[in-house]
């Protein structure tokens, strides 16, 4: 999706800054987890969470110098920013990376409909699963908190995604409730993605079908 | 919504293949609904239940090996791969042998619109039917649930599917929740259906209107 | 939205029919609502309320026997014949009798998305008060209802309409739950009626923008 | 998006009303959100709230009577005459406002799908956080209200704009209730809005891509 020329540097990050962002996603969910593993083990995982932030972090700085654009870059890269500052963001890295790799084996391209489902199942899961993490760490421990395991927090982002939003497990903290409002914001997204692309697939097979074989009968409204 | 030319094999195991998904869900349901049933009465459910998953199985078998192409049939045929493990999502046989009846009855085609309006609702009345078996079957007797009878069920799967969730009645175990889940993402995709179709049948009724007699006044966005 | 030519008959009764469409929901009102009111004024809501559904009765029976068609009739009027069965979705006949006037008096026609939102709006809040209406004469009086005030029935069918369902107030009978899966199917419509014609609107808009003054800058996705 | 030609009397009115439009919000919340406040403060608040109103009917009523119109100007400018009635659907007016500001500086036009955005953005935050207000100032001292600082009301806000509702706290008297369903109204058509332009967006950029690289494979339905 992203249609500007690859610098050379970005071609080169490309490999590392998915790795990192994968070892950022695992080694936050083994220190929220993970609350009986020995404490070298979560110092571990928290000093490879802040080295994967560095990577994001460095980056971005250096694009930025090469770039010799100074804030206009920053406003044409806000995502990117954005990112820099909300890690957890990064899963989307991987969605990226997943197609570019998809075409550079000269795989057969996905149809259409067929990407819009890989990216909106890919990043739902991603993010849904990120989210899920944060707000678990946020509000395991408070006093009236609903969301006690991390399986109830799953399930709310899974209700939020979905715009269902059941309200039996709901976060209580303002923090927890910010990251939900950026999930149902995604969730929203989401909607439109699965919305626009299941009525376009929809219309495209039945409109061939109706090519080949006019109905005799077409009762309109009736 | 099948386009490949379908094989003499696949002819030959539609209505088997529907009746066994018919009998699937029905035994099913007999065995989950009817607890005051002699238990071998109940049994017969049982055994019907596993016979027509065998059917479905066997099925899947024969024409992976009569195809000679290895894991590539499986990719290629996921969505029955899947069908086989989750045998709930049968019930989309019976939409499938539907539209293939009233073909071959040379019965008037449906327009497009009332052709995906009958496939969103029979798809939607037999999945939320299974789920709402699925999860009351999971759920019933557990401690804390608030799903107790089978209407509360029922209407824990309508209000899903319409994406409402009240949020009144929810499963509490893992795997009513992983049903849930389920469901909802099939909730997505009805509104996208749903979406799709009222809002291109009815901009076509309302373009041939306006063809017909343009108007006075056109206020815009006034 | 009813493209058929319309019969001497059906030009007759159309204002009648709007009469009895509005009677019988002016008096299921006032027999829902109005507990104080004498016997005797509550007795004749229900005759009103009676008489309109054998109006609607009538007419489909005088126009099934005049169309000389048989069973035939039936199945391509079948939304007539739901409504008979179903009277508290006469509304409807109110928003396609307010279109007719509209015409026969050579008013300028609305736009088209004047006219979704007219219908959409319209039939929205006719079905959702009749829903409300419904909804609190089942649930008053059962021993754990949430709905106790009208207030609260309508609130109920405001936030099912939207597809948001908080689930503060819910139907908890079988026939009140019954009223509420019809509501969000038509909440499901609704909500496909306002995207489709949103977007539509705001796209025809931004396109005319567009062709008068092309953007300099078009970043696409950046 | 407003296409008529601007009377000089618009042009000359633009600054002050979009002034008082800012100033209206603030001073609403200063006041409903500064209950420690002073007195005199307090009161200087709901001063600035009324001037600003009184500008609003002022400016209303001038345009009415050069309009030399009557009733049909209410009818052309219906929204601007609710906005008159409820004031806190002005913030409306800062979007316009920023939108003609952009044209004026022959700033580079936004692309079609960045100014959907930027207007939805906008907007949502805007009338979330009037709706937001308002529901605290209504519901606070209430003795069976859930929603109890401005925390929950913002909380509550977002999750019914983007049609979740969670209902772990919801508004509970009748005037929070009529600001709750014009929000969810609202909340409908942002959906409208962000799943038109979402699909639309996707779309444009996945064909772009299909002109250049056509797929060697498109499974189809498969």
Avoid: N
Wanted: glycine share 6%; with cysteine.
């Amino acid at each position: 999706m992203d249609e500007r020329p690859r610098t050379p540097w970005e071609h080169r990050m490309e490999t590392p800054l998915t790795l990192a962002a994968l070892l950022f996603l695992a080694s936050y969910a083994v220190r929220v987890l993970g609350r009986g593993l020995p404490e070298a083990v979560r110092d571990a995982c928290l000093a490879v969470t802040s080295a994967a932030w560095a990577v994001f972090a460095l980056d971005f700085a250096i694009r930025w110098r090469h770039s010799g654009k100074g804030l206009s870059f920053v406003r044409r890269h806000w995502l990117d920013a954005v990112v820099v500052v909300l890690p957890l963001l990064r899963p989307l890295q991987i969605v990226r990376t997943y197609d570019a790799v998809r075409r550079r084996h000269e795989q057969p391209r996905l149809s259409l409909h067929a990407r819009v489902a890989t990216y909106a199942g890919m990043s739902a899961t991603l993010l849904g699963f990120a989210a899920a993490l944060a707000v678990y760490q946020v509000e395991r421990g408070q006093p009236h908190a609903t969301i006690r395991t991390f399986g109830d927090s799953v399930w709310w982002a899974c209700s939020t995604l979905a715009t269902v939003g059941y309200g039996d497990v709901v976060p209580v903290t303002p923090l927890g409730r910010l990251v939900a409002v950026a999930l149902m914001a995604y969730g929203l997204a989401l909607l439109g993605a699965i919305t626009g692309s299941f009525s376009s697939w929809m219309f495209q097979v039945f409109r061939r079908d109706d090519e080949e074989r006019p109905p005799e009968d077409f009762p309109g409204a009736s």
